[in-house]
């Protein structure tokens, strides 16, 4: 008998079948070990994770809470500040131990102070957001805060945002009527409780109606935006303030005040503005 000869390249050789089940190219090798270590990796990463999130959240918190809250909280004059009144004992968001003039030394009237500030420091943040609205959109012709209100007497009436289709305003007294009522119903319903039931803080009622997204459910996280809130409400009082003497000096509003200072910082600023042209003789 004669031997067939083989079609494979002389320098190959045959092998048994278990064998070219299991021995793979170096190339296709390494291809098929890349997603095992890929997801090892990640696998490692996402547990480094897990493990450091938790302390590293705690020491933060820990540090805001020392810093913001009790006896080694930061004071208003910092190391300079001396010894606080007893009564500010930095229980409350806010108390960096300024009393100078015991406005707030009696347990009663403190309470009303904190409840008045808080209440106007909400009111301030709406109002500034409100004063630079209307300036900045062109649907409203970049009307001043001072001015805005007054469209309600023109011919067409007040349209909200610059859009008839929101609130189309002709009449000022049902705006008052429609506020009074609101606000009135709103302001009954924190302070008594309302049918959420009596136990509400009237400060911070929270629940479904006041904290619909749950951010005041973690207390160390409440605690923080306590301190944000009342911070940003004292600057935006202070902002406020600011829109009124603006308008009384100026005649513009904050908007068109900040783009001439933008515009010549040396020679648009208060002390030129106010001191140098407004205040002197023959003005």
Sequence with gaps: CYELPSKDPPHTHHTTPHHTTTHLHPTMAA???????????????????????????KINTTVQAVEWYGPDRAKWLGPLTGEVPSYLTGEFPGDYGWD???????????????????????????????????EILDSTDNIPWFKAGSLIFSEGGLDYLGNPSLVHAQSILAILGCQVVLMGLIEGYRVSGGPAGEDLDLLYPGGEYFDPLGLADDPD????????????????????FGFYVQAIVT?????????????????????????????????
């Design 100 to 134: 100078t003039a015991g406005l707030s030394a009696d347990p009663e009237t403190f309470k009303a102070y904190r409840e008045t500030e808080l209440i106007h420091a909400r009111w301030a943040m709406l109002g500034a957001l409100g004063c630079v609205t209307p």
């Design 31 to 57: 291809i098929a070990r890349i997603p095992v270590a890929v997801k090892a990796v990640f696998g490692q990463v996402s547990e480094l994770k897990a493990q450091t999130a938790k302390p590293v959240a």
């Design 251 to 283: 005649g513009e509003g904050p908007v068109a005040n900040w783009k001439a200072h933008i515009a010549d910082p040396e020679g648009v600023n208060g002390f030129t503005e106010v001191f140098a042209t407004r205040f002197v003789p023959g003005n």
């Design 221 to 240: 996280t409440f605690a923080e935006l306590k301190v944000k809130e009342i911070k940003n409400g004292r600057l935006a009082m202070f902002a406020m």
